[in-house]
């Protein structure tokens, strides 16, 4: 990894760039998918899957036989793996619900708030260069903890460990379509693709492109989830190897990924790189890595305070501080993703199994996304009951502020009830 001594301020922005390809060179490439999908449905799915992904697709649902075949092909040991993660997911997303809160704001108006389930949501599973079955259990645990009715799943994989999954999280139907045609699919409905209210799911720039180019038009979607980042903060109480290793955790994930190491210890950086470049090389997804780890950097700053102010501007997806100082410099993190904290908490453990969600902003929008949760897959609808007493209180308010805003029928329907009361 290229090793960057002491950049300053004015080079971060350069610096801190991801390797991704200009969003106007993605959307070239994706709004003519888009169109396809929208004017031919199913003929445009079939046609897409042939050149994208070389699959021949006669049927778009995931046949039964396939579904039903599923299980019976995973290992004893796979499976406890997927029911543990799964557990744990719930566990931890459990804890968001928020009960109904009855608030009396002034004496006879009562205000609360419901949750309420989306009632047709869609789950993109990525499956191009590997099928990342953790991303069912990421999306379909609080799709199905929030009452969901329809989940409908689209990814371009067949994998088993992607159908376990989706049956344990109670998915309604599965289709065999993946990239920017997929997320079409579920935006504007196929003949044989039902529409959905909002759109789920990390992808490559493909995906992430079609779903903020969706966005544009009015489609609900969580976040803008693309290439998998991770940037550590490392001092010297934190171990070369494992750094390398969660460095590279990232980088595996495709050429488009981009990892940073940060640290005051010129040293630190240098025991890294040559651990790294070691563990690279034992990796079956070297190529892919090695990629990834050509767009990175290690960054040498000055102090702490620096190397914080450097990580709040980069806003990684993933976040690792590897310093004795963990849980205190974590307070001053404003912009990241996801925080993992000290030498034994590996970044793999939030993308498997350890309870929180994995599907996180990347390219920067941590400044201003949150990972999925539980609140994704709920609309928060206000209720509210005033009592006669309560419009004899309130109603003068109103009557004052919709007279200056010069709408007197919004007066008016005070007004009459404020007479009647009389
Ligand atoms: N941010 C997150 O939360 C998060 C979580 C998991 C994974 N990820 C990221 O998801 C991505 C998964 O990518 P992937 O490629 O393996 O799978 P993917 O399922 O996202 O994309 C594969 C699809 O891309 C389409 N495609 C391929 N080449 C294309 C081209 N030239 N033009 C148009 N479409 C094309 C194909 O139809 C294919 O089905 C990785 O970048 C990974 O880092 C992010
Ligand atoms: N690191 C990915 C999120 O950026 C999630 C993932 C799934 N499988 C392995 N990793
Ligand atoms: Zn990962």
Redesign the pocket.
């Known amino acids: 990894m290229q090793i960057i001594p002491y950049p300053d301020r004015s080079e971060w922005p350069a610096l801190l760039a991801r390797p991704t390809q200009s969003m106007a060179n993605i959307e070239k490439a994706v709004a003519p998918i888009l169109e396809q999908v929208q004017k031919e449905g199913d003929a445009a799915l079939r046609a897409l899957a042939l050149k994208f992904d070389k699959i021949d697709l006669t049927e778009i649902a995931m046949p039964p036989a396939t579904l039903a075949a599923a299980e019976a092909s995973l290992t004893e040991e796979l499976k406890a793996a997927i029911r543990q993660a799964y557990a744990n997911i719930r566990k931890f997303h459990e804890t968001q619900y928020q009960p109904v809160q009855k608030i009396e704001t002034m004496s006879g108006v009562t205000c609360w708030r419901r949750s309420v389930g989306i009632e047709k949501v869609g789950l993109y599973i990525p499956g191009g260069s590997a099928p990342?079955f953790?991303?069912v259990l990421m999306l379909g645990v609080p799709a199905q903890l929030a009452g969901c009715k329809e989940i409908v799943l689209c990814t371009p994989s067949d994998h088993p460990a992607i159908l376990y999954a989706a049956q344990l999280v109670g998915v309604t139907k599965i289709f065999r379509i993946g990239g920017a045609q997929a997320i079409a699919a579920m935006a504007y409905g196929t003949e044989s693709v039902p529409k959905v209210y909002k759109i789920f799911g990390?992808g490559n720039q493909y995906v992430t492109a079609a779903k903020m180019l969706l966005a544009k038009e009015g489609v609900a979607i969580d976040m803008p989830a693309g290439p998998?980042e991770v940037a550590v903060y490392a001092d010297g109480s934190a171990v070369p190897a494992f750094v390398a290793a969660d460095l590279l955790s990232?980088a595996e994930?495709g050429a488009d990924s981009q990892v940073l190491l940060v640290s005051t210890d010129k040293k630190f950086l240098a025991s890294v790189n040559l651990t790294l470049s070691t563990q690279l090389e034992a990796l079956p997804r070297k190529e892919l890595a090695r990629k990834a780890i050509e767009n990175s950097k290690a960054i040498l700053v000055e102090d702490e305070a620096e190397a914080i102010d450097l990580l709040n501007e980069y806003a990684a997806?993933h976040l690792i501080l590897s310093v004795s100082n963990a849980e205190e410099i974590s307070e001053r993190i404003i912009n990241a993703g996801s925080i993992f904290l000290g030498n034994y908490t590996p970044e793999s453990c939030g993308?498997?199994a350890s309870g929180t969600n994995?599907t996180?902003p990347t390219n920067g929008h941590a400044r201003a996304y949150s990972g999925v949760s539980l609140d994704s897959f709920v609309k928060k609808i206000t209720v509210q009951h005033i009592t006669p007493e309560g419009l004899k209180a309130l109603g003068p308010t109103v009557e004052a502020m919709a007279e200056a805003e010069s709408l007197q029928a919004h007066k008016r329907a005070v007004s009459l009830r404020l007479s009647s009361l009389k």
């Open positions: 990342l953790s991303t990390p998998s990232q994930h997806e993308d498997y994995h996180l």
